[in-house]
């Protein structure tokens, strides 16, 4: 037996359900996803709050066309509790750690609209490694094994792609400034948006 909660259909629920449909043409008859209505509430007073700066967005997700597309049919809730992870989030109600995916182009988006501009869209591992993560392994004292293994193993974690490297995604955004970012000079993925 498997619980499941529905969430009352609001009138920003179904203006965002009709846009995504707009977009990525008819769902098939049962897709379930998240919409994040606060994502977009939440930018904007980011963006008041300032007034030259960078930002970044450092989560797991993907661009929209990933994140609705048709395969991902179950959407992309995920709960941990003690590291591990499932879907079930009635199993350990108050004790787990419940989340899902970001839209980065929805980010984006907004942002945009709310005067950011943006500074680059990549992954975790291109953003380190553009950032000079490598060069804590090459300034590592290899005769320190330990802590040569263990830096080792936090930067294969950080930027291996079936680990964080692919999967976490780095948004950044420009306000009041012309910069470069360094991290997406490896490579920027702004098309994907």
């Known amino acids: 037996l498997k619980a499941s909660y ?17 977009q990525y043409g008819p769902f098939k008859s049962i897709y379930h996803s998240e919409v994040n209505l606060r994502q977009s509430a939440w930018i904007k007073s980011l963006a008041n709050a300032v007034t030259q700066g960078v930002v970044l967005l450092i989560d797991y997700g993907y661009s929209s066309a990933e994140y609705y597309h048709p395969q991902r049919d179950q959407g992309t809730l995920m709960c941990h509790f003690r590291h591990r992870a ?22 984006a988006k907004v942002a945009v609209e709310s005067g950011f501009s943006l ?29 040569h293994m263990s830096l080792m193993q936090g ?21 009041g400034l012309q910069l470069n970012l360094q991290g997406f000079s490896m490579r920027d993925m702004c098309e994907r948006l």
């Open 86 to 107: 499932h879907s079930d989030p009635f199993r350990w109600v108050g004790i787990q750690d419940i989340t899902c995916q970001v839209d980065f182009t929805a980010a």
């Open 119 to 147: 500074g680059g869209y990549t992954t975790q591992a291109h953003f380190l490694l553009a950032n000079g993560l490598d060069s804590l392994l090459a300034d590592s004292d290899p005769e320190d094994v330990a802590r």
């Open 6 to 22: 529905r969430e009352p259909v609001t009138p920003g629920l179904e203006r965002a359900a009709k846009q995504l449909q707009a």
């Open 155 to 175: 930067v294969k974690r950080l930027t291996l792609p079936a680990e964080m490297g692919e999967r976490f995604k780095v948004l950044g955004l420009l306000k």
